[in-house]
């Protein structure tokens, strides 16, 4: 297997973070750290995530996400994150635990954001059933898509949805609903290379309502 790399402020923000028990405990949880890795790579190459933007998280439990968006958007910034799955407080991480599929779990997110159109939407949901890898790949290419679906109510004009898809079947329908609704969709050979197998993070930018 290929030696991984650091970047030189991957590395500062992963040393930051390194002296925190939290972050140890949440590496032992979820490798939380290989998951951030993969959204710096993300904000390396394309730069979407900016200060003062609102932002929401989908699939944020053990928070790697949320952490590094939180430090990026800044104090003029807001992050609002969901999970099934408990997570322990960030600060500037507006924090709903439930299943965002559920209607009372869904209006709390919605009145959190108030209305006002979000910047980003970020999804690295993944199922946490088991089952044969057919009933896997169709529940997490569902998740994708029901995050899809939250960006039609929730993101403003231009704006961007970073998602983790799976390749296999539902994959190229959605990638192409996708370019319908977006200006450009993009794939990152390098986060495609990092991320397990069928695994594929798309970047959508340029929403058109
Ligand atoms: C790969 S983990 C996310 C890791 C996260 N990005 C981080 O950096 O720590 C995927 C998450 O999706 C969550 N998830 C799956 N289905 C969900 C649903 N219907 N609603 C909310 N969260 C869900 C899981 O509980 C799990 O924590």
């Known amino acids: 297997m290929a030696k991984k790399t650091y970047s030189v402020s991957s590395k500062l923000w992963i040393k930051e973070h390194f002296d925190d028990l939290s972050v140890q405990k949440q590496q032992n949880q979820g490798d939380c750290f290989e998951d951030v890795f993969k959204l710096e790579q993300i904000q390396q190459k394309f730069n979407f995530i900016k200060l003062g933007m609102r932002v929401v998280d989908l699939g944020a439990a053990p928070g ?9 958007v800044g104090d003029s910034g807001k992050v609002f994150s969901c999970d099934i799955l408990d997570m322990k407080p960030i600060e500037k991480v507006d924090f709903i635990q439930g299943d965002f599929r559920d209607e009372a779990v869904l209006n709390t997110l919605l009145n959190k954001i108030g209305g006002k159109p979000v910047d980003i939407v970020l999804s690295d949901l ?84």
Not at 64 to 72: K, M, N
Not at 166 to 172: A, L, N, S, V
């Open 64 to 72: 790697g996400w949320s952490q590094y968006v939180a430090s990026l």
């Open 126 to 209: 993944t199922t946490n059933g088991n089952g044969s890898a057919t009933a896997v790949q169709a529940s997490n290419t569902y998740l994708s898509e029901l995050a899809f679906d939250l960006c039609r109510q929730i993101l403003k004009p231009n704006g961007v949805f970073i998602v983790k898809a799976y390749k296999g079947e539902g994959f190229d329908e959605f990638y192409s609903e996708l370019k319908d609704a977006f200006s450009v969709v993009n794939t990152s050979e390098l986060i495609y290379a990092l991320a397990k197998s069928n695994e594929v993070y798309l970047v959508a930018a340029g929403y058109k309502l």
